[in-house]
C-alpha cells in the first residue's frame, strides 16, 4: 500500500509539474546571474514534493530551466523548501545525446555548491558523464540567497555542453547530502532552442518516471 501510496503522489506532482511548466509564456525578462530570482517569473519549473529527503536543508522544492534569446547559454535553478543557513550540494545530470543514460563521456555532470553564508556564496563545476573533470564553471559567485537562503541559480554555454540549438536533451536535478542522495526531481526533456520562439516542449518522460520512483524505492 505504501509504495502504491509512494507512486500516486509522484504521479500527481508530475502532474502539477507538467501543468506549471507549459504555463511559461515567452513574456518573460531574460535570466541573469545576479543572486537575485525575479527574473525567473513565468519560467519553465517542475515541482518537488515535501519532506522526500535525507536532510531538511536538501529538500528540493522546484527545479527551474530557462535560456535567454540571442544566447547560446542554459539557465536553472534550483530551491529548496526549508530557508536555512546550511549548504546545498546539487548535480544537474544531463543526457546530452538523449539516448536515456547520463554515464557516457558526451554526457555532463553540473556540480553545485551554495552556501548561503557569506552572500549566497556558489561555486560551479562541469564534469562528463564518466566523472571526469572538464572545467570550473563558478569560483565563490554569489548566484544564492544569503542568510537563511533557499534558491540559488546557475548557467552553463551551450559549447560548453556540447549541445546546438534545436538538440533535445534530458536533464535531472539531484541534492546530496555527503555522498548520498538526498532528493531526486522528476527527469524533464528539453528543446532549448524552442524557449527562443512561441514554442516551448517540456516533457517528462516515462522513464523519468521510471528512474525517480525506483531511486526513491531504493532510498526507503
Ligand atoms: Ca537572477
Ligand atoms: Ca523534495
Ligand atoms: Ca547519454
Known amino acids: 500500500m505504501k509504495k502504491r ?25 531574460a535570466i541573469t546571474l545576479d543572486g537575485q530570482f525575479g527574473d525567473w517569473l513565468g519560467q519553465p519549473n517542475v515541482l518537488d514534493e515535501q519532506d522526500d529527503a535525507q536532510t531538511n536543508h536538501s529538500d528540493l522544492s522546484r527545479f527551474y530551466f530557462a535560456n535567454n534569446p540571442d544566447q547560446d547559454y542554459l539557465f536553472f535553478m534550483a530551491e529548496r523548501w526549508d530557508l536555512g543557513s546550511e549548504g546545498l550540494d546539487l548535480r544537474l545530470y544531463i ?8 554515464t557516457e563521456a558526451a ?40 542568510g537563511k ?27 546530496y547530502h555527503g555522498t548520498q542522495v538526498s532528493d531526486t526531481v522528476a527527469e524533464v526533456q528539453w528543446s532549448p532552442a524552442n524557449a527562443l520562439g512561441t514554442y516551448l516542449l517540456v516533457f517528462l518522460g516515462s522513464l523519468g518516471l521510471m528512474i525517480v520512483y525506483h531511486r526513491r524505492r531504493e532510498m526507503r
Open 5 to 29: 501510496n509512494i507512486g500516486c503522489s509522484l504521479m500527481i506532482a508530475i502532474s502539477l509539474s507538467l501543468i506549471f511548466a507549459l504555463q511559461a509564456e515567452a513574456q518573460t525578462t
Open 149 to 175: 537562503g533557499g534558491k540559488v541559480e546557475w548557467g552553463v554555454p551551450f559549447s560548453d555542453l556540447g549541445i546546438m540549438q534545436n538538440q533535445t536533451i534530458r536533464m535531472q536535478l539531484l541534492s
Open 107 to 146: 554526457d555532463r555532470i553540473v556540480a553545485v555548491r551554495y552556501h548561503p553564508n557569506p552572500g549566497g556564496r556558489t561555486n560551479v563545476d562541469l564534469f562528463d558523464g564518466s566523472g571526469s573533470f572538464i572545467k570550473q564553471l563558478a569560483n565563490r559567485m554569489n548566484w544564492g540567497e544569503s
Open 95 to 102: 543526457d546530452t545525446n538523449n539516448n536515456g543514460t547520463t
